[in-house]
């Protein structure tokens, strides 16, 4: 069993930053891919971000490659996502997911098994 518990999300005028962090309990997470993933209303969940378990490897959506940073701090159990030059579309309520038993991450979101409750980002124009 995994816990993931986002936190950071907020309301930010465009052009702003913020740092979502996802804090991880239970089964091992170091050697574990995450991703973020994100879901606007009335809107499926989509890709942003993902990466291996060492940080060696990252994936980003084409919509914020060049705007977010994912990584992660193993000895803390967190992931994180840097979000700048943030944009109105870009509002969502954002998931940190967890892929056990894989060491990278993953474009998918049938490929992670544990996800949080989520946070909301809202980016006003």
């Known amino acids: 069993q995994v816990q993931l518990v986002e936190s950071g999300g907020g309301l930010v005028q465009a052009g702003g930053s913020l740092r979502l962090s996802c804090a991880a309990s239970g089964r091992t997470f170091s050697s574990n891919g995450m991703g973020w993933f994100r879901q606007a209303p009335g809107k499926e969940r989509e890709f942003v971000a993902a990466?291996?378990?060492?940080?060696?490897?990252?994936y980003y959506a084409d919509s914020v490659k060049g705007r977010f940073t994912i990584s992660r701090d193993n000895a803390k159990n967190t992931v994180y996502l840097q979000m700048n030059s943030l944009k109105p579309e870009d509002t969502a309520v954002y998931y940190c997911e967890a892929r056990i038993g894989h060491y990278d991450g993953s474009y998918y979101a049938r490929h992670y098994d544990y996800w949080g409750q989520g946070t909301q980002v809202t980016v006003s124009s």
């Open positions: 990466i291996s378990w060492n940080g060696g490897s990252t």
